[in-house]
């Protein structure tokens, strides 16, 4: 299935200049939901993933079934003030300006196998955010997935040397 026909570009959103890849196209259609999850999860099985870590908010949406997949549990990393119990924080850059990220600060044990899953790579800076939280609580940073990396922005530059899988590329 040629994933990239399902999902709709939106110009100028969320502001002008930037292009939006929006996948509940491709979601809503149940081949697509399907193939996207098969492909996100693929090559992580048999590594031995404890727990996928979805950021918030369409990581939610695509890590709760490819670690269900993996027969992994799910943890999430939200916006800040959404999560009821001590917390860790950190702060990062986006194309269109400044957020910070939060995981419950007894999420990950020490030394768990640890796969990030999130809809974009772009300029790295959320998922740099996410994986320096995974490591501030001792886990053990297997890969980064995404659904969809935009090569152009170089997110993996910020990324260092961490192990990155991307499904699709613009």
């Known amino acids: 299935m040629d994933l990239k026909k399902h999902i709709r570009e939106v110009p100028d959103f969320p502001k002008t200049g930037i292009l939006f890849y929006d996948i509940t196209t491709l979601l809503r259609d149940p081949a697509g939901l399907a193939a996207t999850i098969e492909q996100l999860a693929a090559p992580f099985s048999g590594k031995g993933i404890d727990v996928v870590i979805g950021i918030e908010s369409r990581g939610f949406i695509l890590g709760a079934p490819v670690a269900e997949r993996l027969g992994a549990g799910f943890i999430p990393i939200r916006k800040p003030g959404k999560l009821p119990a001590e917390t860790r924080t950190e702060s990062y850059n986006l194309e269109y300006g400044q957020d910070a990220l939060q995981i419950h600060a007894d999420a990950v ?48 530059a910020k990324l260092g040397g961490q192990n990155i899988f991307s499904v699709l590329q613009y």
């Not at 940073?141 to 969809?148: D, E």
């Open 109 to 156: 044990d020490n030394g768990q196998c640890v796969l990030i899953v999130d809809d974009v790579l772009a300029t790295g800076g959320t998922a740099a955010a996410a994986a320096a939280l995974v490591q501030s609580l001792g886990g053990d940073l297997h890969a980064l997935a995404f659904l969809i990396e935009l090569k152009g922005l170089d997110g993996r």
